[in-house]
């Protein structure tokens, strides 16, 4: 075990030797990340375990935990997003192996240096999982048609363009 997250590994080596490494990573030490963040404030947890499975797969499983501080599209306020994400990549040496990797693998193909870069792929594994539109679960829903009409308005899209065209066509009085 280690709390050392490696800048590169040797991917062959590293599953050989069943390595796992353990620690938390600055937030502020991903900056294609940092660019969805509203600040880097904050670290992420994570597990790497580098092994084979029963049928000889060569893996890598990540485990992922962190408050991930987001700009809320309602309120415009800032809120933590917590994620916690578990993903098994296959490691492969050529694309047609993509083809034998078991169900729930993500295929990672490697270089003929086998060199792989372990903080990449975590910020790519935290990049995935923010939201497509970040919404804090505090925020009050902003009002909708059925609102208004439920209080006795009967307001509708089309409305001021109807009064536009009623305008339009009464007779001037010139």
Known sequence: MSAVLPEVVDAWRTVAARRRFEGTIPLARMPRLADALADSQGECRYVLEFGRDELD???LELTLEAGLPLTCQRSLERFVFPVHVEQRLGLLRDERDEAGLPDGYEPVLLGADAALRPLDLVEDELILALPLVPVS???EAPATDVDARQS????TPFAALAAL??????PSKD
């Open 137 to 139: 679960p505090d925020a």
């Open 165 to 170: 065209k009623q305008n339009m066509l009464k």
């Open 57 to 59: 797969v060569a893996y």
């Open 152 to 155: 006795g308005e009967t307001a």
